[in-house]
């Protein structure tokens, strides 16, 4: 049908905004290939995400091309695949890029045979040769050459390059999870590759390193390591102040282009947003830092404020481009300032209070003379009410521009992550609203992303599930956000449905020598079964499962759940050492194993107890990494630590167990609190 492909009926904001391209695309799937074998051509893979800055580009340039579709209409059958909703396509590609080129990035462009198997490989091409790099169109005859004229070639080296996948399996080494040895060299290495000057790892392009801050954190509480600390604390101030943090609206941007954290790449991403939001939580648990208190509680607001669906769900992400103002759809127009906008807010005076203050400069921090806004570290002293005021307007008159666009749909893993931290920054915070949307999203979740059999689907959008299964980080991130939901509602409901899912991913997801794969044992199959252990923009599958079977574990005693955390974690003992930033989370895991983790059982004589609700309170600030807590009503049966745990002379009381022993009940908080702190 003219002007739609059949991406129309897609649920993914990323296809839908290709439905209208003269390309004749095809979702993923069996139809699509046996639409290439029927016609005999090879298969155009085209993999990209809706906040990918380089994938609208090359839409724009080639696949919005009436001639370049043309060809590809000819000589192609063409599939477009958005790596959200199909996170285990996306890996199976891009490990072999990777494997075949040395580098990977979106947009990706794969030619497969009608059988799916990858010959021909790259990232973005250019409508015309530039940089060395071949043009599109060129690339597209070349495949389609070699196609028609060396197909045995092509069959041979699509052959191969499947067998050499899958010779990558994941071998284990010894299957036990990381020592002391282990952690202790992470820490060093994590230390050789941090940025003293400006905090973080490594150089440009810099990411916020929130699972390392996490590992880090977790760290400093078991062994009162001072360095590790103090990495957390710079790293966070640094991203705090730099202008990857919305001075204005709160939150963070995906990454900083430079190493200074000044200029970010503008999307904001809802997993970016939830792990940082929880970091910054735990920082001010462990410092008790104002900044890392105000940017946690900024982080958790504009969750719920930009990224909250009708639904109660959470959004994936918010684009890095908007119009400026003239028509035109520019990289951070939304975000930055010149210093004559200022004025035009602010009158004069304020405008160079602001200027100073966010670091907006003549010549610009950004391109055409405009700036990121930061918080530069200066002498002198604000007055608080005066930049409150100027902050204010300026919010104000920022939402009078164009907003950027939004990728609405609601991700299972990533709204676990997101129902982690808004649960546990409310009620370190009492804000009890936090809870509140946590809550409403875990509803959602459950009413819509669950069958009967409690399986989950990936995503939905606008209140219909979508069509794709969940895959490892599905379950054990949902899995996560419900064991802290647990811990702070007091409400075993959420324990009972973490135990589900972890179920499967026991049955479904492991294989019988303890390995975790990405996708179930009954997920459609592809070249091969994707299984990446390292944690890249968001935990990996497998070490989020290692982290919620190991708080599930605590919580029940379940001997399956916490040995299949410390199989999961043998693959931590041989990485961590070796790139431990890449294993963030993993080695936070590893830290919670090393120190029990703690189970602590809070008793109330009735729920609207004040002494029950303060020990309550303390045992979730304690920092001890990974520990868990239940709190409930004396005989309830909300949760099995609560189990013969009798009030002490009629009082609340707190039952604080590691490694199968127990000290005596308190109804001290300060006796808590340094039981559960170092």
């Known amino acids: 049908m003219p002007g739609m492909n059949r991406l129309a009926d897609s649920q993914s904001p990323y296809l839908l905004q290709h439905a209208d391209n003269p390309v004749d695309w095809w979702p993923w799937g069996e139809e699509a290939m046996a639409e290439a074998r029927r016609r005999d051509v090879p298969v155009l893979l085209s993999v990209g995400y809706s906040a990918c800055h380089w994938c609208h580009v090359m839409a724009h340039e080639s696949f919005e091309d009436e001639a370049t579709a043309a060809y590809l209409n000819s000589h192609f059958v063409s599939v477009k695949v958005d790596r959200e909703e199909r996170p285990d396509v996306d890996a199976v590609y891009m490990e072999a890029v990777q494997a075949a080129t040395g580098q990977g990035g979106w947009p990706m462009t794969v030619f497969l045979t009608p059988d799916a198997e990858p010959f021909y490989f790259g990232t973005y091409f250019p409508p015309e040769p530039r940089h060395g790099m071949p043009s599109f169109r060129q690339v597209l005859q070349g495949v389609q050459q070699a196609w028609a004229e060396r197909r045995d070639e092509v069959t041979e080296v699509a052959g191969k390059i499947v067998r050499d996948l899958a010779g990558r399996e994941i071998s284990y080494g ?30 440009a392009p810099k990411f916020p390193p929130s699972m390392a801050v996490e590992f880090l954190l977790r760290h400093h509480a078991r062994t009162g390591a001072e ?193 982690a931290a808004l649960a546990e920054t409310g009620a370190y915070f009492e804000r009890p609203d936090l809870v509140e949307a946590a809550v409403a999203a875990a509803d959602l979740l459950v009413r819509l992303h669950f069958d009967e059999q409690v399986r989950l689907t990936r995503t939905s959008k606008d209140g219909r599930a979508g069509a794709n299964a969940g895959v490892l980080e599905d379950y054990a991130d949902v899995a996560e956000g419900f064991l802290a939901l647990a811990s702070v509602t007091g409400e075993g409901v959420w324990l009972d449905f973490a135990g589900f899912l972890l179920d499967h991913v026991l049955t479904r997801f492991t294989d019988a020598t303890g390995s975790l794969y990405d996708t179930a ?47 999961a974690l043998g693959v931590v003992k041989a990485l961590g050492p070796r790139v431990p930033r890449f294993v963030g989370w993993g080695l936070a895991a590893a830290e919670a194993l090393l120190d029990g983790p703690r189970e602590v059982a809070v008793v109330a004589p009735d729920a609207a107890d004040a002494a029950a609700r303060g020990l309550h309170r303390t045992a979730l600030l304690g920092t001890a990494p990974g520990a868990v807590v239940a709190f409930g009503a004396e005989g309830s049966d909300e949760f099995p630590l609560l189990a013969d745990r009798p009030l002490v002379g009629g009082a609340a009381a707190a039952y604080v167990c590691r490694n199968f022993t127990c000290d005596a009940p308190t109804t001290d908080p300060e006796r808590l609190r340094a039981a559960l702190n170092g």
């Not at 010894?174 to 150089?203: C, K």
């Not at 008790?288 to 959470?314: K, Y």
């Not at 010149?338 to 602001?354: H, I, K, N, R, S």
Request: net charge negative.
């Open 174 to 203: 010894d299957a036990q999870a990381p020592g002391e040895e282990q952690l202790g060299q992470a820490l060093l290495g994590l230390t050789r590759e941090y940025d003293e000057q400006r905090g973080g790892f490594g150089g």
């Open 227 to 419: 360095g590790a600390l103090q990495m957390a604390r710079d790293t966070c101030e640094r991203m705090a102040r730099g202008g990857i943090y919305d001075q204005l609206g709160g939150g963070f941007a995906r990454y900083s282009v430079d190493r200074e954290w000044v200029v970010p790449h503008f999307e904001k991403m809802l997993y970016d947003n939830a792990l940082l939001c929880r970091v910054y939580a735990h920082l001010w648990r462990a410092t008790g830092s104002d900044l890392a208190r105000r940017v946690a509680l900024e982080t958790a607001d504009f969750m719920v404020r930009e990224l909250r669906t009708a639904e109660g769900g959470f959004a994936s992400a918010l684009d890095a481009d908007s119009d400026d103002g003239t028509g035109r759809h520019v990289e951070g127009a939304y975000y930055v300032w010149t210093p004559a906008q200022l004025t035009e807010v602010l009158g004069a005076e304020d405008a160079e209070l602001a200027a100073q203050y966010f670091g907006v400069t003549d010549e610009g921090t950004f391109e055409h003379g405009a700036s990121v806004l930061q918080l530069p570290q200066q002498e002198g002293v604000f007055d608080a009410a005066r930049i409150a005021s100027v902050r204010a307007r300026l919010l104000a008159a920022r939402d009078g521009r164009a907003a950027p666009g939004r990728d609405d749909k609601v991700v299972a893993a990533w709204n676990g992550l997101a129902i």
């Open 521 to 567: 044992s009954d997920a459609e199959h592809l070249i091969r079964r994707p299984q990446d252990p390292t944690d890249n923009a968001t935990p990996s599958g497998w070490s989020a499962a290692a982290n919620a079977l190991l708080s599930y574990a605590a919580h029940t005693g379940s001997e399956p759940h916490r040995t299949a955390a410390e199989h």
